[in-house]
């Protein structure tokens, strides 16, 4: 099992930066998929970005394409996200997400497991 606790969120101003780390605990992180989502205000979640195990596989939305990185450190259990160029439609609470499988997915109801989230506001 997987317990995924967010931190980083806050608020920015368009065209700035931000960085989300999803601190992993549990019986074991080894051979998990991690991704984040994201819940803009009476919107529905949607998918962010997705990393498998290895680093070797990553899935962006088309939305944060080129402007977010995902990240892992296995040996500290951690998955970051790197927000770059933020604009006023990224605002969200951004959940952590994890499964264990070998393939990413963007699929929500494929993870299992899920943080609490953390509240990313972009606003001058």
């Known amino acids: 099992q997987l317990q995924l606790v967010e931190s980083g969120g806050g608020l920015v101003q368009p065209g700035g930066s931000l960085r989300l780390s999803c601190a992993a605990s549990?019986?074991?992180?080894?051979?998990?998929?991690m991704a984040w989502f994201r819940q803009p205000p009476g919107k529905e979640r949607e998918f962010v970005a997705t990393?498998?195990?290895?680093?070797?596989?990553?899935y962006y939305s088309e939305a944060v394409q080129g402007r977010f990185t995902i990240a892992r450190d296995n040996d500290k259990r951690t998955v970051d996200l790197e927000m770059n160029s933020l604009k006023f439609e990224d605002t969200a609470v951004y959940y952590c997400a994890g499964r264990f499988d070998t393939l990413p997915t963007t699929r929500g109801s494929s993870y299992q497991y899920w943080g609490q989230g953390t509240q990313v506001t972009v606003s001058s």
């Open positions: 549990g019986s074991t992180f080894s051979g998990s998929v």
């Open positions: 990393i498998n195990y290895e680093s070797t596989i990553k």
